[in-house]
């Protein structure tokens, strides 16, 4: 059984970071995600287009990006745990320093588990599903997609599944209705997460602006 946990620590990143995710464009995935990667088993849900965004002022990023405590959770099965940890380590790497929910580095012992699953998704800008065999036999994976599922229904971005080691058959029917990333090259997919996220923080940042004037 995975264990879910979360370290309620705030982590504030300089305003260095902020200007670098100020950036005016990123090639990005749909709006759920897309695979230039597919296999041959699942090229309907193929879907690949950059999309140019307006600039956003590091207030307006600052305002929107930091009220939640987490860029993105990542939901996966412990027996993923080294390929998840390879995908964090990309992402906090990268110059806007995303920040991610990694369930057992950020743990908060004595915690409820559903508890702090719950909590995982709500703090949380996105959510990426590493869906693998391991993920689709883990109950407790199948919670968090379906929590993730109902704090934002029509996804808009921030459900980003990713497909590894399964078939087009296996994909989650509740997901059906998202473009998903396939992982065949590593490499690849982590561009592909990124931009996805990237993409996802900008509009939320344009919507920010729009709203307040």
């Known amino acids: 059984m995975a264990g879910w946990f979360r370290r309620l620590l705030h982590k504030r990143k300089p305003s260095s970071v902020e200007t670098s995710l100020n ?6 995935s749909s709006p759920s995600s897309s695979s230039a990667e597919s296999s041959s088993s699942s090229p309907s849900m193929s879907l690949a287009r950059s999309i140019r965004l307006s600039p956003i002022s590091v207030s307006d990023i600052s305002s929107a990006r930091w009220a ?14 080294e390929l998840v940890e390879e995908l964090v380590s990309y992402l906090e790497g990268q110059p806007e320093s995303f920040r991610c929910f990694l369930q057992l580095r950020d743990a908060a012992p004595g915690s409820a588990v559903v508890t702090e699953l719950c909590d995982a998704v709500q703090n949380s800008h996105c959510w990426v599903m590493l869906i693998t065999p391991s993920f689709l036999r883990d109950p407790w994976c199948k919670y968090q997609m379906h929590q993730a ?13 990713v497909l590894k080691d399964v078939d087009r058959k296996d994909y989650p029917k509740e997901l059906r209705n998202l473009y998903y ?3 065949a090259l590593k490499e690849n997919s982590f561009r592909q997460i990124r931009d996805t996220i990237m993409r996802y923080l900008q509009e939320l940042c344009r919507s920010s602006v729009s709203r307040t004037e």
């Not at 950036?23 to 990005?28: R, T, V, W």
């Not at 939640?68 to 745990?81: Q, W």
């Not at 599922?149 to 599944?161: D, K, S, V």
């Open 149 to 161: 599922l109902a704090e934002a229904p029509m996804a808009n971005g921030r459900t980003i599944p």
């Open 68 to 81: 939640k405590s987490y860029d993105v959770c990542i939901c996966h099965s412990e027996v993923d745990l």
């Open 181 to 183: 990333i396939y992982m």
């Open 23 to 28: 950036a005016s464009s990123s090639a990005s």
